[in-house]
Antibody, heavy 116, light 106 residues
């Protein structure tokens, strides 16, 4: 079965950085594009970034220039580097495996809190 | 950017009811519309992809329809486990979620 497990979240001060990881199992990781999606407390879902199986990347305007999505196929791991963090980046961050151009299978999420 | 508007924002219904949730795109998104279910404290789960395709393992009481800009998710007979928040998502041009419909017990 597809399994995605996020890690690396926590409390961070505004302006600082954090790197999230998503460990994948149950499928051939290198063959699939992957997404990051976030959800602020009590709010809806916001798509954040996508990386294709060939490592092409796309970002939402709100995070472009600050966040970087990457992958290590040898480690079956997806990453999201979060730089210059703002209070509005506070959210649960989910990774998801691509299915026909959209998030298909989702991890359980990891919380990121940006506060001084 | 394409905006996705879901209605109603809250829907009260009873077990056994047939319910319809709506999602409207600000421009034509062809068939590229998904529906996700999110229960409190859980990750979203894909129900329907590309307008009317049921994801593996999803009960057949869920169905989707529509095209262009107007889409619907129908639950034919509500079960207790269906009370949750439902999000639509377009992936025709860029990637955008709707704001959600909370389906609550009447």
């Amino acid at each position: 079965a597809v399994q995605l497990v996020e890690s690396g979240g926590g409390l961070v001060q505004p302006g600082k950085s954090l790197k999230l990881s998503c460990s994948a199992s149950g499928f051939t990781f290198s063959s699939y594009g992957m997404h990051w999606i976030r959800q602020a407390p009590g709010k809806g879902l916001d798509w954040v970034a996508y990386i294709s199986s060939s490592s092409g990347t796309v970002y939402a305007d709100a995070v472009k220039e600050r966040f970087t999505i990457s992958r290590d196929n040898a480690k079956n791991t997806l990453y999201l580097q979060l730089n210059s963090l703002k209070s509005e980046d506070t959210a649960i961050y989910y990774c998801a495996r691509n299915l026909l151009g959209a998030p298909g299978y989702w991890g359980q999420g990891v919380m990121v809190t940006v506060s001084s | 950017d394409i905006q996705m508007t879901q209605s109603p924002s809250v829907l009260s219904a009873s077990v056994g009811d047939r319910v319809t949730l709506n999602c409207k795109a600000s421009q034509n998104i062809n068939k590229y519309l998904n529906w996700y279910q999110q229960k409190l404290g859980e990750a979203p789960k894909l129900l329907i992809y590309n307008t009317n395709n049921l994801q593996t393992g999803i009960p057949s009481r869920f169905s989707g329809s529509g095209s262009g800009t107007d889409f619907t998710l129908t639950i034919s007979s509500l079960q207790p486990e269906d009370f949750a928040t439902y999000f639509c998502f377009q992936h025709n041009s860029w990637l955008t979620f709707g704001s959600g419909t909370k389906l609550e017990i009447k």
